[in-house]
């Protein structure tokens, strides 16, 4: 039996967190300060327009590229007795890091507003963000097209789970 959802709107105050580059799923364009209220027909969401998603994975595909032709060249032309494995572990370390930097999530357009409707149906799930336990990452469809959304809510992920669960989202 489906549970059914009250009728009162449920408003939850926090911040849309988007990471630059998603890991299995796309994010959805929001960031920022924000609201998720649920109403008897669905799921709305108010936040900002990130400002350049895109761009900002691209940026660091290029970084990582000038700075391994820079460790090669320095290896090559100004230390060529330098072993491999200290290139490597450099090499390495500047990886994790700027991955680490690329998934901390993007800043927001504070002149660009964006609203956004779901009904329950196109909420397939929701479960915790494995980079940041505060994090409730729901899981939507709008039409073919899949994403998800990284909410912190102010209060806490556990009454947002709740509420899910009340209007039959499933919770991982």
């Given at each position: 039996?489906?549970?059914?959802?009250?009728?009162?709107?449920?408003r939850?105050?926090g911040?849309f967190e988007?990471?630059?580059?998603?890991a299995?799923v796309?994010?959805?364009?929001?960031a920022g300060?924000g609201?998720?209220?649920?109403?008897a027909d669905?799921l709305e969401l108010e936040?900002?327009?990130?400002?350049?998603?895109?761009?900002?994975?691209?940026?660091?595909?290029?970084?990582v590229l000038v700075?391994?032709?820079?460790?090669?060249a320095?290896?090559?032309?100004?230390w060529?007795?330098?072993?491999?494995?200290?290139?490597g572990v450099a090499?390495?370390?500047l990886?994790?890091?700027?991955?680490?930097?690329?998934?901390s999530?993007?800043?927001?357009?504070?002149d660009?507003p964006?609203?956004?409707?779901?009904?329950?149906?196109?909420?397939?799930?929701?479960?915790?963000?494995?980079?940041?336990?505060g994090?409730?990452?729901?899981?939507?469809?709008?039409?073919?097209?899949?994403?998800?959304?990284?909410?912190?809510?102010?209060?806490?992920a556990?009454?947002?789970?709740?509420?899910l669960?009340?209007?039959?989202v499933?919770?991982k």
């Amino acid at each position: 039996m489906q549970p059914r959802p009250p009728t009162k709107p449920v408003r939850y105050g926090g911040s849309f967190e988007p990471p630059a580059l998603g890991a299995d799923v796309t994010p959805v364009p929001v960031a920022g300060p924000g609201h998720l209220t649920f109403t008897a027909d669905g799921l709305e969401l108010e936040g900002f327009e990130p400002a350049g998603m895109g761009l900002r994975g691209v940026g660091y595909l290029l970084a990582v590229l000038v700075v391994a032709g820079g460790v090669t060249a320095l290896r090559t032309f100004v230390w060529p007795e330098l072993p491999m494995w200290a290139v490597g572990v450099a090499a390495g370390l500047l990886g994790i890091a700027l991955y680490r930097r690329l998934l901390s999530g993007v800043p927001h357009r504070a002149d660009a507003p964006v609203a956004r409707r779901y009904a329950y149906g196109d909420v397939i799930d929701a479960r915790q963000d494995l980079r940041d336990a505060g994090v409730v990452v729901l899981r939507v469809t709008e039409g073919k097209a899949r994403g998800a959304l990284h909410f912190r809510p102010a209060l806490g992920a556990d009454a947002l789970r709740a509420q899910l669960e009340r209007r039959g989202v499933k919770v991982k």
